[in-house]
């Protein structure tokens, strides 16, 4: 190969067919794949393949994408969403997302090639190669290709913070990682210093290649407190605005979601105040809040939280953690969102990472009751913030997602299992930790979609469905925005009020995470309001409802007699009509 300027070698080579296995020959010794290879075939240690981007005829012409404050997420890991575990086996559900559920987005969680069969995703070591035990660069191609169709967007989960410990060979072609840093995965990837300038467009390109090459419509960039740039230009900032750049040209949004655990408002903030300028962020506060006031845990992380009014701050402002004292990290933590707009908060009740990181994997629905579970919707799907659901919560899946590994080296593999068990030796929990590296461990964790069908599983499917089409047609709901909301701590109960207004279209909710029946006082603006939804009513598998299915409020206090674990909401009428024209949504 013939050496160009800033590290570059190059050589063309004439009458190769698709399909054709490669590999580059460093130094003269070392066989190493292709650092940018599109598909590899043989697992992390074998030859790159050959692929024409072209084989794919794309038939999503006309999709626009779909705004992000029209987006209600939906989490995927793509080997344990379907017996299969491939692409294209998600493919006949899609239907269920759209149609039967109502999400308008599928994230998926990491699908750059990773070693062995199984994994979570983030061991990944070639960020341009689909999966192939997925079904690879075609079977990726057929899917998102299929949602588009399908009118959904499909976000894929990126890693920019490391590369896994097995079939890592990036090390051997540049300058990529720094001992300047360390992650808890070694050394960190050189974003700043000598010769980083190509490391960064690496990883520009990579974004860029999952918006072009295969029609994605946002990136959800992960861990990025372990991104180290200290740079004038963080390459955050610089992904974002070519990405943006990108969807300028194509005349559809993209966007860029990180998650990242300093409550750093720059990461939102605009260029020109200072910040990086990416669309939203998760807020783990939001789950934290209420994921305590759920199910009482104060272990680890949780012992910040449990207060009522962290989950009413968090609603209102974002961060919880805005500058004050952490007992967890026992220093101060955060800065304030107050002044952010509320699209710009991914919120959940669930994910991959605060089941998944549990030491047996259990859900919300393994832990708390069938009410707790729809008042936990509630929140989540009633909020101002882009929601965000973890595959089976609509139904209230109880398979665990426990975390699994394929790797090769025995090695390797003892210093994951010792890793999980020291992670683990401080907390609480007691029982067996699953064994990473056991088949079993993954096909444990395989959802059931076919419950939704039956039972109570079919009644909570129902109230997530109901709740979301609330969401997308009562103005007031599918309007995100700060303005006109007004969320508050009920005196006296453990229970919260949040009003929402968008132009004359007003909704009252109350969430009670009483244990216990409870008297609530809250005042309703003048006028006819009627009940939209109650979580405690027969229909709902709950112990009864006794709130008016309508009242007309002067303006003073109402008394509500809330069950333990409910929710209830109000809308007002229009009663220039006599009917709410959303009434029967």
């Keep these: 190969m013939d050496p160009e300027r800033n590290g570059y070698f190059t050589t063309f080579l004439e009458d190769i067919e698709p399909g054709t296995r490669y590999f580059y020959r460093l130094n003269g010794d070392r066989l190493r794949p292709d650092p940018v290879s599109r598909s590899q075939p043989d697992g992390v240690h074998g030859p790159s393949q050959v692929i024409d981007p072209s084989e794919f005829k794309w038939q999503d012409q006309e999709w626009r994408g779909i705004p992000e404050k029209e987006m209600i997420?939906?989490?995927?890991?793509?080997?344990?969403?379907?017996?299969?575990?491939?692409?294209?086996?998600?493919?006949?559900?899609?239907?269920?997302?759209?149609?039967?559920?109502?999400?308008?987005?599928?994230?998926?969680?990491?699908?750059?090639?990773?070693?062995?069969?199984?994994?979570?995703?983030?061991?990944?070591?070639?960020?341009?190669?689909?999966?192939?035990?997925?079904?690879?660069?075609?079977?990726?191609?057929?899917?998102?290709?299929?949602?588009?169709?399908?009118?959904?967007?499909?976000?894929?989960?990126?890693?920019?913070?490391?590369?896994?410990?097995?079939?890592?060979?990036?090390?051997?072609?540049?300058?990529?990682?720094?001992?300047?840093?360390?992650?808890?995965?070694?050394?960190?990837?050189?974003?700043?210093?000598?010769?980083?300038?190509?490391?960064?467009?690496?990883?520009?390109?990579?974004a860029l290649y999952w918006a072009t090459e295969y029609h994605v419509d946002g990136?959800?960039?992960?861990?990025?407190?372990?991104?180290?740039?200290?740079?004038?230009?963080?390459i955050l900032l610089d992904i974002k605005q070519a990405i943006h750049r990108q969807a300028e040209r194509q005349g559809r949004p993209i966007v860029?979601?990180?998650?990242?655990?300093?409550?750093?408002?720059?990461?939102?903030?605009?260029?020109?105040?200072?910040?990086?300028?990416?669309?939203?962020?998760?807020?783990?506060?939001?789950?934290?809040?209420?994921?305590t006031l759920l199910t009482k845990e104060r272990g680890g992380y949780y012992q910040d939280f449990?207060?009522?009014?962290q989950l009413a701050k968090a609603l209102r402002e974002g961060f919880v953690y805005s500058g004050q004292y952490s007992s967890f990290r026992k220093r101060s933590h955060g800065s304030s969102s107050k002044h952010l707009p509320s699209d710009k908060f991914v919120v959940f009740s669930q994910n991959h990472d605060q089941v998944g990181?549990?030491?047996?994997?259990?859900?919300?629905?393994?832990?708390?009751?069938?009410?707790?579970?729809k008042l936990a919707a509630g929140v989540v799907l009633l909020s101002p913030n882009i929601p965000l659901l973890f595959m089976g919560e609509e139904y209230g899946d109880e398979?665990?997602?426990?975390?699994?590994?394929?790797?090769?080296?025995?090695?390797?593999?003892?210093?994951?299992?010792?890793?999980?068990?020291?992670?683990?030796?401080?907390?609480?929990?007691?029982?067996?930790?699953?064994?990473?590296?056991?088949?079993?461990?993954?096909?444990?964790?395989?959802?059931?979609?076919?419950?939704?069908?039956?039972?109570?599983?079919?009644?909570?499917?129902?109230?997530?469905?109901?709740?979301?089409?609330?969401?997308?047609?009562i103005p007031a709901l599918s309007h995100l925005s700060k303005a006109g909301m007004e969320v508050r701590a009920c005196e006296g109960a453990a229970a919260l009020m949040m009003r929402r207004r968008y132009g004359e279209d007003q909704i009252s909710a109350?969430?009670?995470?009483?244990?216990?029946?409870?008297?609530?006082?809250?005042?309703?603006?003048?006028?006819?309001?009627?009940?939209?939804?109650?979580?405690s009513e027969r229909q709902w598998e709950g112990p009864g409802g006794s709130l008016p299915e309508s009242l007309r409020s002067s303006g003073d206090e109402v008394r509500f007699e809330m069950s333990s674990f409910s929710l209830v909401l109000y809308h007002r009428l229009d009663e220039k009509n006599s009917i709410s024209p959303f009434a029967e949504v």
């Design 73 to 206: 997420i939906y989490e995927i890991h793509t080997g344990t969403f379907t017996h299969e575990g491939t692409f294209e086996s998600i493919i006949p559900f899609l239907d269920y997302l759209k149609k039967d559920l109502g999400v308008t987005a599928i994230e998926l969680m990491p699908v750059a090639q990773f070693p062995g069969e199984r994994n979570w995703g983030y061991d990944g070591t070639y960020v341009y190669a689909p999966q192939n035990s997925y079904g690879g660069p075609k079977g990726l191609k057929a899917l998102i290709n299929a949602c588009h169709l399908k009118n959904l967007a499909v976000l894929l989960d990126v890693v920019y913070n490391h590369l896994g410990p097995e079939g890592d060979y990036l090390g051997d072609y540049g300058p990529y990682f720094t001992s300047r840093y360390q992650t808890p995965w070694g050394d960190a990837i050189n974003f700043d210093g000598p010769q980083s300038d190509e490391v960064r467009r690496f990883f520009i390109d990579n």
């Design 219 to 234: 990136l959800r960039i992960d861990a990025i407190h372990e991104i180290y740039d200290f740079s004038a230009r963080h």
């Design 256 to 291: 860029v979601i990180a998650e990242g655990d300093l409550n750093d408002a720059r990461v939102i903030n605009p260029p020109n105040k200072g910040g990086y300028g990416l669309d939203a962020q998760w807020n783990d506060d939001f789950h934290h809040s209420l994921h």
């Design 306 to 309: 449990g207060n009522i009014d």
């Design 357 to 373: 990181n549990r030491l047996r994997g259990d859900r919300l629905s393994t832990l708390v009751s069938f009410e707790a579970l």
């Design 399 to 473: 398979t665990p997602f426990q975390y699994f590994v394929s790797h090769s080296n025995q090695e390797l593999i003892e210093m994951v299992r010792r890793g999980r068990r020291e992670e683990f030796a401080p907390s609480d929990w007691q029982g067996e930790l699953p064994d990473p590296q056991s088949e079993e461990t993954f096909r444990r964790s395989k959802i059931r979609l076919d419950l939704h069908r039956h039972g109570k599983h079919k009644i909570l499917f129902e109230f997530y469905k109901t709740l979301m089409n609330y969401r997308k047609e």
């Design 510 to 535: 109350i969430f009670s995470f009483s244990e216990i029946p409870t008297e609530v006082n809250i005042s309703m603006e003048p006028g006819l309001w009627q009940k939209t939804i109650d979580s």
